[in-house]
């Protein structure tokens, strides 16, 4: 698949607490923006497939979601179109798959949406359907599953990293500092304010050793992509942005069956295998937009994906590397601390970024590119056992 | 936020695992894993015999909930335990005095306990407590 697909056009919306906004508004805004984004401009006729990434469907109250309600919704009711779940990578996964699907020969123009609403219901009810939030059920029996979302599986690793590699509580908190810097620089945003390192650590401990403000928000979304062959690019934009290395790794569904939890294996296999198709190594990379569901999730994620060495994510960090003028921005958008994570949107709002920052089109968040490379993560699911890495390049 | 119903075919399907303790143990890698299964999660292999957890073991990693589901009064404490020879089971702490009682590394056994109360029904299981030493 390696240099034979093109970004030609992105688009979400601002993400938030859209009380006034239907899935269908957050579609139709998202879809729209995306068409306008192809700066030579495109029929929507000559969209030939759709993936719709959706995650939580019927648990909370979104209605059950397939296919065609996205294709109903956007009035292109004569193209196929496949509903995705595929927990939290879902989005960064829909825009792998229509990458296949042009990549497969099948499709010339395919177009990727995410869209989710979260906040229509209480956190409570809207994470606790999936077996998220402070937890509840994962469909397992509740003898082990008590009590286990997703802030307490990400807290069990936070305390194993604390004693493994030494990190502490203000090291997961640097992350939350400088997620929340970047993302005042980025209007699409849910959060648009500044935290301080004391603010972080005094701020209600939701599952020690993360506080609140480790974990990203609940938030409603919509992001979208279309992609096309690459030799047709340049008939729709000036800028195209190509698809190198893309794959999804996968671990265990059972925490109780991994072996480490200071290092996730999906990941590992998601950016070995996304790396190898680009036939690039992690130094390659300008920037990364990485899951940063929960701050200490991020450490390990810049780890897993192999930009660092395990146990030196936290230094780096301090010492300024990972900062949007440093050696290694991660999350120049802010990430989902700052996004929140519409769980279908996010992959797709991270790939929006990803192509904005090489276009050069990032305004006061722009990075330095020196490959004009870029890489989008996501991780989760039951023991956090699936995830997705896509690379993108300036440069077919 | 549904939880199975303790009358549910999840309650009686899973009993040999959460009260008999059986789990399987795979002959080619060995791994030591829950509920019986007919193929390993870890190396696919097929060749499986039923294995007694125990009861005893280690806090291989811990947190501490402020944010339960409804029914529970905060702070509960998930714990994964490193089973003596091998295997982990996954569970709540009970019976601790302080969370700052339970660490990594620190001796834990399993006791029947009520877990929760769903429809009128109640919901047994096992919880660690820690070993006095």
Known sequence: ??????????????????????????????????LKNVDKGIDPKEIKAAWFGQWSGGFIGQGAQSGHSLTSMIGKREIPCTRLENACPTGGDTFRHACLGVASGLYDVVLALGAEKMRDKPSA?????????GGAETGNHPAWMIGQGGPAIQAM?????????????????RVAVKNHHNGTFCPYAHYQFEVTLERVLNSPVICWPLHLFDCCPQTDGAAAAIVCRADLAKKYTDKPVYVLGSNVGTDHHQLWDRNSFVEQQSTVKAARGAFEMAGMKPKDV???????????????????????????????????EFDMHGRLPINPSGGLKAHGHPIAATGLGQVFEVVTQLREEADKRQVKLKNGIGLQHNVGGPAFGVSVVNILSRSP | ?????????????????????????????????????????????????????????????????????????????????????????????????APEDVKIGAKVEMV?????????????GYKFRLVEE
């Open chain 1, 286 to 320: 300008d920037f990364a937009e990485l899951h940063d569901c929960f701050t200490n999730t991020e450490l390990m994620n810049i780890e897993d994906v192999g930009f660092v060495r395990k146990g030196e994510a936290a230094r780096r960090l301090k010492d300024g």
């Open chain 1, 125 to 133: 009810e809207s994470l606790g359907g999936a077996g998220g939030g």
């Open chain 2, 112 to 124: 029947l306990r009520k877990l929760t109360t769903d429809r009128g029904l109640n919901v047994y």
């Open chain 1, 157 to 173: 690793h936070a305390t194993r990293q604390m004693h493994e590699l030494g990190y502490t509580m203000e090291d997961f908190a």
């Open chain 1, 1 to 34: 698949m390696r240099g034979k697909v093109a970004v030609i056009g992105v688009g979400m919306i601002k993400f938030g607490e859209l009380f006034e906004k239907s899935l269908e508004n957050m579609i139709q805004e998202a879809y729209l923006n995306c």
């Open chain 2, 1 to 97: 936020m549904t939880q199975p119903a303790p009358a549910s075919p999840v309650f009686w399907r899973f009993n040999p695992e959460v009260f008999r303790l059986i789990g399987i143990k795979c002959k080619d890698c060995s791994h030591i894993s829950y509920p019986r299964t007919m193929i390993c999660h870890e190396c696919g292999s097929q060749k499986l015999e039923e294995y007694q957890l125990p009861k005893k073991g280690t806090v291989h990693t811990f947190c501490v909930n402020w944010a339960p589901p409804p029914q529970f009064e905060p702070p509960i404490m998930p714990v994964i335990v490193d089973l003596e020879g091998g295997g982990r089971y996954q569970g709540l702490m009970t019976e601790f005095g």
